[in-house]
């Protein structure tokens, strides 16, 4: 059995207002980011008020990280200058790599109840990446594979591993 680590520290996600007035709390990003190296920056945004969301992240440039955006529920629309469009829907990944620059638009939509939940993840890219071509890539919800947890907890999730 693997050895229990300890916490090292534990992190209060703080409020922020990103884009055009999204609220949203930032789990970590900037300050702390030396000591989560490659990652950047972490942000959960969650809400039931439109309010909080529908302005969104109007066309900006990124360069030298990838922008990883799973939604949990609701829509967004995205729109890039490598020309691709579309909505990312509940349970959709948006991969994002800026490589040496791209610019593109995020604008949340919610669900049919007003509801808007994800998160995004910001990864440095390595040195030797960064100036490399942008590109970018949606996975849908179809493409991801689940993993069905058994309804006794001691039991293992996958055959040939030990449960948990």
């Known amino acids: 059995m693997p050895a229990i680590r300890k916490i090292r520290k534990v992190l209060k996600s703080k409020p922020t207002l990103e884009g055009a007035g999204v ?3 930032r789990a ?8 989560f190296d490659p990652f950047l920056l972490l942000d959960d945004f969650r809400s039931d008020n439109p309010a909080h969301y529908l302005k969104g992240f109007p066309w900006h440039p990124h360069r030298g990280i990838e922008t ?4 949990l529920t609701g829509d967004v629309e995205h729109g890039d200058s490598l020309g691709n469009k579309g909505v990312i829907g509940s ?7 800026a490589g040496s620059g791209i610019i593109h638009q995020e604008m949340p939509k919610g669900d049919t109840q007003g509801k808007m939940y994800g998160f995004q993840l910001w ?8 100036m490399m071509a942008p590109r970018y890539r949606d996975v849908t ?3 991801i594979p689940e993993v069905k947890l058994p309804a006794n907890p001691s039991a293992s999730p996958l055959p040939g591993m030990a449960p948990l």
């Open 68 to 71: 990883i955006t799973y939604v």
């Open 123 to 130: 990864a440095n890219l390595p040195a030797r990446d960064k």
């Open 23 to 25: 609220h949203l709390k």
């Open 141 to 143: 919800s179809r493409q």
């Open 91 to 97: 349970g959709d990944i948006q991969w994002m790599t």
């Open 28 to 35: 970590f990003g900037f300050g702390e980011a030396p000591q």
